[in-house]
């Protein structure tokens, strides 16, 4: 008995000294890890490798049902179904770039993305597009809304698009950004005020001021290594030539560039039997294969002769038809700038001997042989074509210019108008108006791939930059109000362009 007792104590002596030390190595522990931090997981945030989202894609079938979860998904798998949900949402509406949001697609959150540059990318493939099938790439950027409350939520905001035709005309002693007098390689005598009789030129030291961003400084040589081995064309009446012609001066910095070549024969632009000069020129800078080239289509129909036996036949004007040089050549071109506008009244159409074609018949309707239903018809017609052709060449950048302002006062070109101001900014100097005033051509490229170079409002404070009264061929009581000095406003039509793409 006392033997069982004694051994009964021994074992309980040898329990209870069991559980003194196990308790004396629980507290040195806790003295040394207050949180038991070797013991317990830690609670921060998931953070997400490209390797961990590579072994689990494959594994991830089932759609994420709308929910909390996909606001904030809480795990690898959320994530990449979120991103599945989302590209297919893509694949089902396939809005294109220039849709609605001027290039930016809005996604439920937590993808925050960057607006997508305006690069013409060879695959036609969108930053944003990339992101969703290859959520890999993007999901380790965003680690920090998984798992928890996005510490920068306050920093998210939706990117917008700048509004470039929205800003101010501001001195800058910089300008121009080429000499008058030195660009005679390009730049034709009759739009070089620098070599007329005019005497004030302050009008080539305004820069035009996006009110919400700044617009990147145009360089010859990054605009050539941006258009690497691409071709910009110019398609449109003589505005679109002064574009052109302006571009050329910006390139070179008004300086003889005799490494440039004429490849107009590329394009058929050469001069034919029975006129003075091509239908256009085409022109490559070797250093980076990058082509400019400029067609004449001051209507943007198409064009062909009612008769072409008979030398004094009248010509058949397609208002529902782009011009055949378009239709021919657009699968070359990586930018392309359309533009019309001045060539749209009676006189000339008659005078060119236009007859106006629908459906490849005369046209019978009389409400549509109105002169401005004409031209709608056919910018709206014209911008759906080339809409229907971005699918088909995903790497082509296409622009509709606005209509630039014509500022006769008193009269039009043949009855005493004039621009004789030399003041700049005297109609004022700031554009604050969201829309554009060309309601028509923002109209057209509503909804569509082509985007809007909206030059108008910019242009009509500009009033002072014209050739006025200075015009080499000038006859008297008659001013060219319509054209623009050069250097001048053309140019910023092309730092415009050189901010987009």
Request: glycine fraction near 6%; aromatic fraction near 8%; charge should be negative.
């Given at each position: 008995?006392?033997?069982g007792?004694?051994?009964?104590?021994?074992?309980?002596?040898?329990?209870?000294?069991?559980?003194?030390?196990?308790?004396?190595?629980?507290?040195?522990?806790?003295?040394?890890?207050?949180?038991?931090?070797?013991?317990?997981?830690?609670?921060?945030?998931?953070?997400?490798?490209?390797?961990?989202?590579?072994?689990?894609s494959?594994?991830?079938?089932?759609?994420?049902?709308?929910?909390?979860?996909?606001?904030?998904?809480?795990?690898?798998?959320?994530?990449?179904?979120?991103?599945?949900?989302?590209?297919?949402?893509?694949?089902?509406?396939?809005?294109?770039?220039d849709?609605?949001?001027?290039?930016?697609?809005?996604?439920?959150?937590?993808?925050?993305?960057?607006?997508?540059?305006?690069?013409?990318?060879?695959?036609?493939?969108?930053?944003?597009?990339?992101?969703?099938?290859?959520?890999?790439?993007?999901?380790?950027?965003?680690?920090?809304?998984?798992?928890?409350?996005?510490?920068?939520?306050?920093?998210?905001?939706?990117?917008?698009?700048?509004?470039?035709?929205?800003?101010?005309?501001?001195?800058?002693?910089?300008?121009?950004?080429?000499?008058?007098?030195?660009?005679?390689?390009?730049?034709?005598?009759?739009?070089?005020?620098?070599?007329?009789?005019?005497?004030?030129?302050?009008?080539?030291?305004?820069?035009?001021?996006?009110?919400?961003?700044?617009?990147?400084e145009?360089?010859?040589s990054?605009?050539?290594?941006?258009?690497?081995?691409?071709?910009?064309?110019?398609?449109?009446?003589?505005?679109?030539?002064?574009?052109f012609?302006?571009?050329?001066?910006?390139?070179?910095?008004?300086?003889?560039?005799?490494?440039?070549?004429?490849?107009g024969?590329?394009?058929?632009?050469?001069?034919?039997?029975?006129?003075?000069?091509?239908?256009?020129?085409?022109?490559?800078?070797?250093?980076?294969?990058?082509?400019?080239?400029?067609?004449?289509?001051?209507?943007?129909?198409?064009?062909?002769?009612?008769?072409?036996?008979?030398?004094?036949?009248?010509?058949?004007?397609?208002l529902?038809?782009?011009?055949?040089?378009?239709?021919?050549?657009?699968?070359?071109?990586?930018?392309?700038?359309?533009?019309?506008?001045?060539?749209?009244?009676?006189?000339?159409?008659?005078?060119?001997?236009?007859?106006?074609?629908?459906?490849?018949k005369?046209?019978?309707?009389?409400?549509?042989?109105?002169?401005?239903?004409?031209?709608?018809?056919?910018?709206?017609?014209?911008v759906?074509?080339?809409?229907?052709?971005?699918?088909?060449?995903?790497?082509?950048?296409?622009?509709?210019?606005?209509?630039?302002?014509?500022?006769?006062?008193?009269?039009?070109?043949?009855?005493?108008?004039?621009?004789?101001?030399?003041?700049?900014?005297?109609?004022?100097?700031e554009?604050?108006?969201?829309?554009?005033?060309?309601?028509?051509?923002?109209?057209?490229?509503?909804?569509?791939?082509?985007?809007?170079?909206?030059?108008?409002?910019?242009?009509?404070?500009?009033?002072?930059?014209?050739?006025?009264?200075?015009?080499?061929?000038?006859?008297?009581?008659?001013?060219?109000?319509?054209?623009?000095?050069?250097?001048?406003?053309?140019?910023?039509?092309?730092?415009?362009?050189?901010?987009?793409?």
């Amino acid at each position: 008995m006392k033997t069982g007792l004694n051994g009964l104590k021994g074992k309980e002596i040898a329990l209870i000294t069991i559980v003194v030390m196990s308790a004396t190595i629980i507290l040195w522990n806790w003295e040394k890890t207050p949180r038991l931090t070797a013991l317990f997981p830690p609670q921060d945030p998931l953070q997400l490798s490209s390797e961990i989202l590579s072994s689990v894609s494959d594994e991830v079938k089932y759609p994420l049902s709308v929910s909390d979860e996909e606001k904030h998904p809480s795990s690898v798998s959320d994530v990449v179904k979120h991103f599945s949900s989302v590209s297919d949402e893509v694949k089902r509406d396939k809005i294109s770039d220039d849709e609605k949001n001027h290039d930016i697609q809005t996604f439920p959150n937590p993808i925050v993305h960057e607006p997508e540059r305006n690069e013409a990318q060879g695959d036609g493939t969108s930053e944003i597009e990339k992101h969703i099938q290859d959520p890999a790439k993007e999901v380790p950027q965003r680690s920090s809304l998984i798992g928890g409350e996005d510490k920068n939520s306050n920093k998210a905001t939706e990117s917008k698009v700048c509004n470039y035709a929205k800003g101010k005309w501001v001195l800058d002693d910089n300008r121009p950004l080429y000499s008058g007098f030195g660009c005679k390689q390009w730049l034709s005598p009759m739009w070089a005020c620098r070599m007329m009789q005019r005497t004030d030129f302050s009008y080539e030291k305004l820069r035009w001021q996006p009110k919400d961003c700044q617009m990147e400084e145009f360089e010859g040589s990054k605009f050539l290594r941006r258009m690497q081995s691409k071709t910009l064309a110019f398609v449109g009446d003589s505005l679109g030539r002064q574009q052109f012609q302006s571009l050329m001066c910006m390139i070179t910095g008004g300086k003889e560039a005799l490494d440039v070549r004429d490849v107009g024969a590329e394009y058929g632009l050469i001069v034919t039997e029975g006129n003075a000069r091509p239908s256009g020129w085409a022109y490559r800078f070797p250093s980076t294969n990058t082509t400019i080239l400029y067609y004449w289509s001051a209507s943007l129909c198409d064009i062909e002769p009612i008769n072409i036996n008979n030398p004094e036949t009248e010509y058949a004007m397609h208002l529902d038809r782009p011009p055949a040089f378009l239709r021919q050549y657009i699968h070359r071109f990586d930018v392309l700038v359309l533009n019309t506008g001045h060539h749209w009244n009676r006189g000339k159409l008659n005078a060119n001997k236009w007859v106006m074609h629908v459906g490849g018949k005369p046209n019978t309707d009389r409400k549509l042989a109105v002169i401005w239903v004409a031209k709608n018809l056919t910018i709206h017609s014209i911008v759906s074509w080339v809409n229907s052709q971005l699918p088909k060449y995903p790497g082509l950048k296409a622009f509709f210019r606005s209509i630039s302002p014509r500022h006769f006062f008193g009269g039009e070109w043949n009855t005493g108008g004039s621009c004789d101001n030399t003041t700049p900014m005297s109609i004022g100097k700031e554009i604050l108006g969201e829309e554009s005033s060309d309601e028509n051509a923002a109209s057209a490229v509503k909804g569509t791939g082509v985007k809007l170079l909206d030059i108008t409002g910019l242009s009509q404070l500009r009033d002072e930059a014209h050739i006025s009264r200075y015009s080499l061929t000038a006859q008297p009581g008659v001013q060219d109000c319509l054209h623009w000095c050069l250097p001048g406003v053309p140019d910023t039509w092309n730092e415009l362009i050189f901010a987009q793409i």
